[in-house]
């Protein structure tokens, strides 16, 4: 068994255990649950991610209000334990369905999805590491790196034009070997098969990630995971809108919402290398007015914590003035090739002090 | 060069000389275009899908207001020859923007989506084949076959665990082998990582096929080409709802406003194999109300020609009777391998008419 299904095991035992104990000692069974209240959870400035702070709630057999909650949570535990024990994973989904059979069911989805959320914050281990899958799958991936998913070994360069994609159990995945000075994501499948077709992976020596929008969980793991293990810069190249800044900036630094797996899913090294109202002037690009929503939401990302640098100040400044934003494609004014024989290598070679050639 | 390749460019050759001959002749030139009119889109009962009527359109250079859209047609038609000739692709969007430096712009995408199409019918060649992307990849696979792109040779079970993700570019796919003996496709990604993980590859010594929702363009020729390649069933499996049903159909009888290429992407032959109001009841499923919604379009379904079949009126009543519909992973109720130990099995048995042990 990998060790990250050990160390769950050993959690979700741990919770069944000490409940067990309280039992066996005629105490009132308890446990503690740290809040996922919007005052605890704080932007770490030197993690860069938000993570929760150390208030805790208490769910306790004694309390009438909580005695199905707290059974709630011990079947959850149970089905995990299971899962992890035979080495399945199931959606969601499934385990609501599953659950009809139980004692103490659930009314809806998103109940089952809050005792989870429960079990996660509680351990301290990401629902995936307990069996239980998001739907999605991950990013696209192309480029020379190998990989072992349980008995099957494979490069990323010889699964065909859409590359690897990454799979909800991600963190079954080994990293077996890679040869890659950089990871570029980019937003779209649009300009991930541009980079495919002009074998930019061979020009930057890089791993292409096709984003395909906002991130799925697995994709944030693999490029962190990535990021950690292969240790090379990660550039995340989005649209110059608010959208696409907010998408680097969730792989970055995460969500608030997700402030308790953070630690496993941010990649704080990884830097913005997305279109900024500056390229929109330097490039001459064609352009789109910034719509009601887009001048809100760069106000809003203004006072977010995470935008706090210097950079980002200027930029949605100069953007709010400029009054336009550019997706990437844009660059295509200048031909199909422009974007990965001039500006990638103009701003790779600004931000690594040398020439791209 | 493939042959579908070359006989694209073919047509885009034969396009541009028929202008110039008029031109050579001091004859006004004009284009003769199928009308995509809804009087003009007819269902082939026989065929089983949508396909276009006989009436055509006329664009004339000798029409002042149609001289802007005939110059437009040419910049497309010129842009995808030099695609092909050099073997790249290039999205719909990227071409919005390539077309900044013609002499003839488009003010807006849709415009020159519409053109794209207008030179799709008249060609009767579909965009992928004239190097035109959609910018979304296709549904995952997951089985024994051995695909070749390029050079680059590969089999759909040493890809991961997500398998092989169909590109947009899947003409330029070769399909030197596979051993299966159907072809299963689900509509949730939930569902095909159940089926990779029970193995349910080995077990239906089938291709199992990941729709994602609505199937991209690519999936449907995808399904298309496997079908008529591999002479094998191809079953649809979806959820017990109007959208799931839907979904389904376009697979099987294409869409109406894609009816000029409904001849390379419907698959006639493929079966709804989902879940049905009998289901439901068989079963003693969980359900969910019919919303409004539902209702609504479980109406229009039935008079929609493609739903005219003893099997689609009696389960279309029979939903609208019981008033609930079911998801797939519904089935979990009786355990996460039920849908595959039991309820497949039953199914697939029955509508081949051989017990699957």
Known sequence: MMKHKEIALNKLRGMGDEVLESVLQEEVPSIQIPSRGTSNIIYNPDKKYFELGDRKGTRSLGNVKQIKKMAQMMCVGNFCKELVDIQKTATMR??????????????????????????EVTLGVSRENL???PEEDGASV???????DEDVEFNALRLGKSGYTIPPTVDDVEIVDADVDRIICVETMGLYHRMVQEKAYE????LIVGLKGQAARATRRFIRRTSDELNV?????????????HIAMVIISGSAK?????????????????????????????????????????????????????????????????GRKAEQQSFSKYGLEYIIDTYFPNKISAIEGQSLE
């Open 233 to 245: 810069p990660v550039y995340i190249c989005n649209d110059g809108d608010p959208w696409g800044f």
């Open 131 to 133: 069996g239980l899958l």
């Open 94 to 119: 499934e385990m609501y369905y599953v659950s009809e059979g139980w004692d103490v069911g659930f009314d809806n989805q998103q109940e089952s999805n809050n005792i989870t959320e429960d079990i």
């Open 142 to 148: 192309y480029g020379d790196i190998t990989l072992r």
């Open 203 to 206: 020009r930057f020596n890089a």
């Open 258 to 322: 997700l402030a308790h797996v953070n630690h496993d899913l941010a990649t704080p090294n990884a830097k913005f290398l997305g279109v900024t109202a500056s390229d929109i002037i330097n490039y001459d690009l064609p352009t789109d007015k910034l719509k009601d929503i887009d001048v809100t939401r760069l106000k809003e990302l203004s006072g977010d914590p995470r935008y706090q640098t210097d950079f980002w100040q200027t930029e949605i400044k100069k953007m709010l003035k400029l």
